[in-house]
Nanobody, 120 residues
Framework: QVQLVESGGGLVQPGGSLRLSCASS????????MGWYRQAPGKQRELVGA???????NYADSVKGRFTISRDNAKNTMYLQMNSLKPEDTAVYYC??????????????WGQGTQVTVSS
């Protein structure tokens, strides 16, 4: 069994910063791509950005230059540094990981989400 747990969400003023973490645990042999998604009320879940196991990243146009994704493979943890936050960044943020388990089964896993609210 594999679990992903996000943390670090909260309330922040416009222009502020937050750092989200996504910790993976369980019977993990290898983690391939990891990604951050978000879902605002009344909207579809959208990709914020992703990072492959080698470290290359890509981002949605709406967050380029403001958000940075990184990962610590030794800790099976991914991070999302969010700077210059805007009210439109308000959403539940989810992490996703493509995981090879020790059973040799490969599947995509989701965390439970963490709320980010940008408001004055």
């Amino acid at each position: 069994q594999v679990q992903l747990v996000e943390s670090g969400g909260g309330l922040v003023q416009p222009g502020g910063s937050l750092r989200l973490s996504c910790a993976s645990s369980g019977s993990i042999a290898h983690i391939y791509d990891m990604g951050w998604y978000r879902q605002a009320p009344g909207k579809q879940r959208e990709l914020v950005g992703a990072i492959i196991s080698g470290g290359s990243t890509n981002y949605a146009d709406s967050v380029k230059g403001r958000f940075t994704i990184s990962r610590d493979n030794a800790k099976n943890t991914m991070y999302l540094q969010m700077n210059s936050l805007k009210p439109e960044d308000t959403a539940v943020y989810y992490c996703n990981a493509d995981v090879l388990a020790t059973t040799r089964a490969r599947a995509a896993y989701w965390g439970q989400g963490t709320q980010v609210t940008v408001s004055s």
